[in-house]
Every structure is written in structure tokens, then in C-alpha cells.
């Protein structure tokens, strides 16, 4: 399963109560986008979580392809976002603090830390293929971004 399979709604009760309907808990599961993302749903929720559900559209669902928000790109966002947010020196518990506060998103640390561990070995990967290939500029470049990972 992808880490963004493993992201959830933190105020999930709150809002299936507010939008008078279930709603499932994990974050990126289409049904959710697609209830949250029905203008007259938005409409029922409290000012903060409308705010929160608003960031949450422009900085991962803000692509133009029609599949959206089914198109793959949200995850592919909120995946750079938590290695943005490991590049900044922050470990699992404090990632999942700031998604938290930022989109009130929650997930297990365990679960964050598992998917930091994957992504070092992924580029651990690129960089031998790199080497053997003799492909200089790949090599460097997953060389860098492992090591800001990893520090
Ligand atoms: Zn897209």
C-alpha cells in the first residue's frame, strides 16, 4: 500500500456529521475527494475545515487533467510534500504534526517513517543503476536528495 493510502482525515466524525453523511477515513480515496469537493458539501462545513479543505485543493489537486482529482497527480504531490517536509530536517512525528496543522490530516509515524525508509532505498537503487550505467548527473542527483533524506 502507498503512504497516501495510510493518510487520513483527522476531524473524520466531525465532518461525516457535518456533511450528514459517511464518509470514508483515508484521505486520498476518491470517494472522499468527491465528497468533499462537491461545492454544496463544502458549503456545510465549519470555516476552519473549509479552510483546511481548500489548501488541501490548491496545493495537491490544482491540475488541469479530467480524470481529476482520480488522475494520480494529488498523490504524487502530497508524496513530494512529505519529502519536502523530511529535507527540512523534520522526523515522522513532526511530519505528521505539520499535515496536522496544514491540511488536518493524520497519519501513523510508524507508517511516515516506513515510507522515508522506502523512498532511501528507492534512491539507493537509482544511484547503483546510475553508476553502473555510468550515468554521472542521475548518480549525483539521487546521491543529493538521499543525503538531505537521511541527515
Ligand atoms: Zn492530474
Do not use: W
Not at 476531524?11 to 465528497?35: C, M, V
Not at 504531490?77 to 522526523?91: M, S
Not at 528507492?122 to 546521491?143: F, I, K, P
Amino acid at each position: 500500500m502507498a503512504i497516501t493510502d495510510k493518510i487520513y482525515v483527522k476531524n473524520h466524525r466531525q465532518i461525516a456529521s457535518q456533511l450528514e453523511t459517511n464518509i470514508p477515513k483515508g484521505a486520498f480515496s476518491g470517494a472522499t475527494l468527491d465528497l468533499l469537493f462537491q461545492g454544496e458539501n463544502l458549503a456545510k462545513l465549519d470555516e476552519t475545515t473549509q479552510d483546511r479543505v481548500l489548501d488541501f485543493a490548491e496545493d495537491f489537486m490544482d491540475c488541469d487533467c479530467q480524470a481529476n482529482p482520480h488522475c494520480g497527480h494529488p498523490e504524487e504531490k502530497f508524496i513530494e510534500y512529505l519529502l519536502e517536509l523530511r529535507e527540512q530536517g523534520l522526523g515522522p512525528d513532526a511530519i505528521v504534526d505539520v499535515m496536522g496543522d496544514d491540511y488536518m490530516l493524520y497519519a501513523y509515524p510508524g507508517d511516515v517513517l516506513s515510507f522515508l525508509d522506502d523512498s532511501v532505498r528507492t534512491l539507493e537503487a537509482v544511484e547503483s543503476l546510475a553508476d553502473v550505467d555510468g550515468n554521472e548527473e542521475m548518480a549525483r542527483r539521487a546521491r543529493n536528495t538521499k543525503q538531505n533524506l537521511v541527515r
